[in-house]
């Protein structure tokens, strides 16, 4: 494992290299976009931009740390994440304010009667998870806060991104389902990036078992008794 001291990273790196991250996140959507024979277009292909590029930065920022554990590549999480993350929060913001204008009669005018829904409800929280996770980031917040109180706010991330997995299912389970019985065409929208999200928190799930062994492994020879000769 390599555990080499990284170089420093400027922040003019670190936001150039998470932009031009974003801007090549693009490129999938748009393939997806051209031949899944989708009707998407004008403001609708804007929103599904938009939450796909969300989603794959937030897989990004949230699995790097996990990639880092097993690599020992400490750039890959105190390099980039930080700026990743802020990317995805504002696009995923965005595509909020698409829904807004596609959806009125839900996320509109018809906000409050659809309030307790799943949808508001688990995709409100998570929003104000990844929100509080960009507060705890800033410069003018972050020395005013304790150590451990960042990184449990920044570990309820993976609570967030589960939440937007378990909206996707509810609301397109029954498209998801129809897909699956045809294999028609390529898997709706939600259900790749669903997949992709279920990979990171998976992979996160396994560094946290690693790192529980580890500590019951250690404590364990700590405590042995040692053999006199």
Request: glycine letters at 6%.
């Amino acid at each position: 494992m390599n555990t080499n001291t990284p170089e420093a990273v400027s922040e003019r790196k670190k936001w150039l290299i998470a932009s031009l991250l974003s801007f090549l996140y693009i490129v999938p959507a748009l393939f997806y976009i051209k031949y899944a024979h989708t009707a998407s277009t004008g403001l609708m292909a804007i929103s599904f931009i938009a939450a796909s590029n969300a989603s794959l930065l937030f897989a990004t920022a949230l699995s790097l740390g996990s990639i880092s554990h097993f690599t020992g590549w400490p750039n890959m999480r105190s390099g980039y994440q930080k700026q990743i993350g802020i990317l995805a929060f504002w696009y995923s913001l965005f595509y909020c304010i698409t829904l807004l204008s596609l959806y009125p009669e839900v996320y509109g005018y018809g906000f409050f009667s659809n309030f307790f829904s799943a949808d508001i409800i688990l995709g409100g929280i998570a929003m104000i998870i990844f929100a509080a996770m960009v507060l705890v980031n800033s410069k003018f917040i972050t020395p005013h806060i304790p150590r451990e109180t960042i990184g449990f706010v920044l570990g309820l991330g993976y609570i967030g991104y589960a939440l937007l997995v378990i909206r996707a299912i509810l609301l397109e389970f029954p498209l998801w389902s129809l897909w699956f019985e045809t294999f028609s065409g390529l898997p709706p929208g939600r259900l790749m990036l669903s997949a992709i999200a279920l990979v990171v928190l998976i992979l996160r799930v396994v560094v946290a078992i690693h790192k529980h062994r580890r500590s019951a492994l250690v404590t364990q020879q700590s405590t042995a008794p040692t053999l006199k000769g």
